[in-house]
Nanobody, 112 residues
Framework: DVQLQASGGGEVQPGGSLRLSCAASGFTFSDFTMSWFRQAPGEKPEWVSSIGRTGGAGIYADSVKGRFTTSRDNAKNTLYLHMDLLKPEDTAVYYC?????RGQGTLVIVSS
């Protein structure tokens, strides 16, 4: 079974940083583009970023461009999201996806 488990969330002050991880199993990780989504309370899911099979530069939503960086380690079957200059509006459950499968999310709260 495909399993995607995000971790690394927590509470941080505005302007702070966090690094999220998504551990993947049950499929050949290096064969798939991976994406991050987030869902704020009461809101629809929002695409955040995607990264190709071999890594390199990701693509980003305008709302996070220049602040968030996505990367991957295919040897560890792990996807990352490094988030800088966090804002209260970044508060959401973050989760990774591939090929229509949504993983378990991790909660990020940005608050003073």
């Amino acid at each position: 079974d495909v399993q995607l488990q995000a971790s690394g969330g927590g509470e941080v002050q505005p302007g702070g940083s966090l690094r999220l991880s998504c551990a993947a199993s049950g499929f050949t990780f290096s064969d798939f583009t991976m994406s991050w989504f987030r869902q704020a309370p009461g809101e629809k899911p929002e695409w955040v970023s995607s990264i190709g099979r071999t890594g390199g530069a990701g693509i980003y939503a305008d709302s996070v461009k220049g602040r968030f960086t996505t990367s991957r380690d295919n040897a560890k079957n792990t996807l990352y999201l490094h988030m800088d200059l966090l804002k209260p509006e970044d508060t959401a459950v973050y989760y990774c996806t591939t090929s229509g499968t949504r993983g378990q999310g991790t909660l990020v709260i940005v608050s003073s």
